[in-house]
């Protein structure tokens, strides 16, 4: 039992690495796409080129994400940035049916209620893209400079919680990258573990 046990360990731990692993690498070129929007409207990440571009992979039912939306710490952050010119896409990748699916007027509606802030709202229900990046999680955030490629990738804090009492004490990876990056600086924290639930895909 014990051998059996340890066998099924080792083959999950050896699983999450490779799926981890094919995540973008940092400073390689971020997957193109285009996907419908809320707001009926295709974006494709080329439109942006030229711009620092940030992706959030979204779940409103999943208490991680609750924890940054009903705290107003991820509107504070798409307000924030994207008076500074950087795009944010929220990304729904959750298969039709699943926890986490929306139709574009639902997601209108969601937007509405918690007053969020992204450039677009990005509907994934096949999860094609949510499977190019290798996002596992919600929220699973990635950030691409302008000349195309992947500088952050991971956790949006430090705080694996879901508890919005943290978040003050917490480092904020997204901000941090992107106030370094368009300072011109390095990133210092370039890649994470992303937490949260899973993202809720098609298979």
């Known amino acids: 039992m014990k051998t059996k046990l340890f066998i099924l360990t080792l083959t999950l731990v050896s699983t999450g690495a490779l799926f981890a692993a094919e995540s973008p690498k940092i400073g390689a070129g971020a997957p193109s796409f285009s996907l419908p929007g809320a707001d009926g409207k295709t974006h494709s990440l ?7 571009v940030v992706l959030e992979w979204f779940n409103p ?7 940054h939306y009903k705290s107003d710490n991820m509107q504070t952050l798409q307000q924030q940035f994207t008076g500074k010119g950087v795009v ?31 450039t677009a709202f990005l509907l994934d229900p ?5 499977h190019e990046y290798h ?10 400079n302008p ?6 990738e991971g956790a949006i804090d430090s705080k694996p919680s879901t508890n919005p009492g943290d978040i003050k004490d917490s ?12 300072a011109g600086k390095p990133v210092s924290t370039a890649q994470t573990k992303a937490y949260g639930c899973s993202v809720k895909y098609a298979d």
């Open 147 to 152: 000349s195309g490629n992947v500088i952050y």
């Open 126 to 130: 096949s999860g094609k893209v949510g």
């Open 171 to 182: 480092t904020n990876y997204v901000a941090a990258a992107l106030s370094e990056a368009m």
């Open 61 to 67: 039912g999943c208490p991680f994400v609750q924890k």
């Open 88 to 118: 944010w896409l929220t990304i729904d990748s959750s298969a039709p049916g699943a926890e986490g699916s929306l139709t574009a007027e639902e997601a209108k509606k969601r937007m509405s209620e918690w007053n969020m802030h992204p």
């Open 135 to 144: 996002a596992t999680n919600t929220p699973h955030m990635f950030i691409i």
């Open 46 to 52: 080329g439109d942006f080129k030229g711009k620092y």
